[in-house]
């Protein structure tokens, strides 16, 4: 699976957008994006995923470059409830392991 | 909303026994993993099984380790005789099948072993 490279801490102020970059230059064509959080020791919550373009759920958007090599997890209206740590993972699809690979991710603060 | 449940939350053990982390996957899923995070470290891959067998192991998962899906629901992990150094959170995670590639973790249970 490709690697990823994140920011190690981000601030964000409670009720605005919190923009969380992830670099993976090395993804191949057969790689997802995919993004969790982790709560202090809870475990790894699914926030969204994407291939090549652009996705929105209820908690997050995922912007992807067009080159595939870096996306953005944007949280439109933080809470002081984000606060977590926030995973990027490139994982490869139609597999029978599809193990995912956590680095250090971002440790995203949101200050009231 | 389904969601992958693990049992016990807490573990405490002395060095040297054996243990069994237990997980109920979501239904219908196929695929099942476990990892493991030592306090303050990243989430570290162990094992994925499909179709009762292993599908992937890392290096961590070694002939102390052992999982298995002993009935149509649960998905256990055993280690036989724990060291000082299995002390971790342990989480296990599921996935519906080829296509739908979205892993859900369970809440974990954290080992001691003292």
């Known amino acids: 699976d490709a690697k990823t490279t994140q920011p190690t801490s981000m601030d964000c102020a409670e009720g605005r957008a919190a923009n969380l970059p992830c670099n993976h230059s090395?993804?191949?064509?057969?790689?997802?994006v995919y993004w969790y959080r982790q709560i202090h020791s809870q475990g790894p919550q699914y926030i969204i995923h994407g291939l090549k373009n652009n996705e929105t759920n209820e908690m997050a958007s995922l912007i992807i470059t067009e080159d595939r090599k870096s996306s953005t997890l944007i949280l439109p209206h933080a809470t002081l409830r984000d606060t977590a740590v926030y995973y990027c993972?490139?994982?490869?699809?139609?597999?029978?392991?599809?193990?995912?690979?956590f680095g250090d991710g971002t440790t995203l603060t949101v200050k009231p | 909303e389904p969601e992958v449940t693990q049992t016990p939350s807490h573990q405490v053990t002395q060095m040297g026994q054996e243990v069994i982390l237990r997980c109920v996957p979501i239904?219908?899923?196929?695929?099942f993993y476990w990892y493991r995070q030592i306090l303050g470290q990243k989430v570290e891959f162990l094992v994925s099984?499909?179709?009762?067998?292993?599908?992937?192991k890392s290096e961590i998962f070694d002939d102390q380790f052992s999982v298995e899906r002993p009935d149509g629901s649960n998905f256990t992990l055993k280690i036989r005789s724990t060291k000082l150094e299995d002390s971790a959170m342990y989480f296990c995670?599921?996935?519906?099948?080829?296509?739908?590639?979205?892993?859900?973790f369970g809440p974990g249970t954290r080992l001691l072993v003292l």
């Open positions: 090395t993804i191949s064509g057969n790689e997802y």
């Open positions: 239904s219908n899923h196929l695929y």
């Open positions: 995670a599921s996935r519906a099948g080829t296509q739908q590639e979205t892993q859900y």
């Open positions: 993972i490139v994982r490869a699809f139609n597999t029978n392991a599809g193990k995912s690979t």
């Open positions: 099984f499909y179709n009762n067998e292993i599908s992937e």
